[in-house]
Nanobody
Framework: QVQLIESGGGLVQAGGSLKLSCAAS????????MGWFRQAPGKEREFVAA????????YYADSVKGRFTISRDNAKNTVYLQINSLKPEDTAVYYC???????????????????WGQGTQVTVSS
């Protein structure tokens, strides 16, 4: 069982930056691929980024490439999402997820991630 707790969300002006964190419980964090998703009001949850257990591989949704950076610190059992040049359309609840492999986080069309956090709200004002 893995518990995920996101933090770092808040209200920020367009053009600003935020760094989201997701702290995971357990002693096998490095064995899990991790990902970030977001869900805006009235919209479906969408994939944002994923990272392999060793950080060798990272993946991003086309809509966030160049502005979002996913990283992890296995010694701290934490995955991060650095968000730069925030736009109002980035407003959403951001969730982190864990799975045994990256394909489970995001197959290209769907997620079957085993564990999910409760989410952290990001609101971008124009």
């Amino acid at each position: 069982q893995v518990q995920l707790i996101e933090s770092g969300g808040g209200l920020v002006q367009a053009g600003g930056s935020l760094k989201l964190s997701c702290a995971a419980s357990g002693r096998t964090f490095s064995s899990y691929a991790m990902g970030w998703f977001r869900q805006a009001p009235g919209k479906e949850r969408e994939f944002v980024a994923a990272i392999s257990g060793s950080s060798i591989s990272t993946y991003y949704a086309d809509s966030v490439k160049g502005r979002f950076t996913i990283s992890r610190d296995n010694a701290k059992n934490t995955v991060y999402l650095q968000i730069n040049s925030l736009k109002p359309e980035d407003t959403a609840v951001y969730y982190c997820a864990a799975d045994a492999n990256v394909a489970g986080i995001w197959s290209g069309t769907s997620s079957r991630a085993m564990y999910w956090g409760q989410g952290t709200q990001v609101t971008v004002s124009s």
